[in-house]
């Protein structure tokens, strides 16, 4: 092989691993904002959670 066809090579090499990098980071940043959601609907859970807590506490306190 000759030096053209090794820089060519080595090129296409490049360009196929900046689309490998690509795809990742892409596929990526969905999995984090999937995970950003989760989270989000977790903290209205404890939320909710905390209020139903304290409800039943004060139900609790006032059949006493």
Do not use: C, P, Q, W
């Amino acid at each position: 092989m000759g030096l053209g066809s090794d820089f060519l090579s080595i090129l296409k090499d490049t360009v196929r691993l900046t689309d490998s990098v690509e795809r990742l980071n892409t596929a990526n940043t969905k999995l984090h904002e999937k995970v950003d959601s989760m989270n989000e609907r977790l903290i209205k859970l404890e939320t909710r959670l905390d209020t139903y807590m304290e409800i039943a506490k004060v139900k609790r306190l006032e059949s006493d």
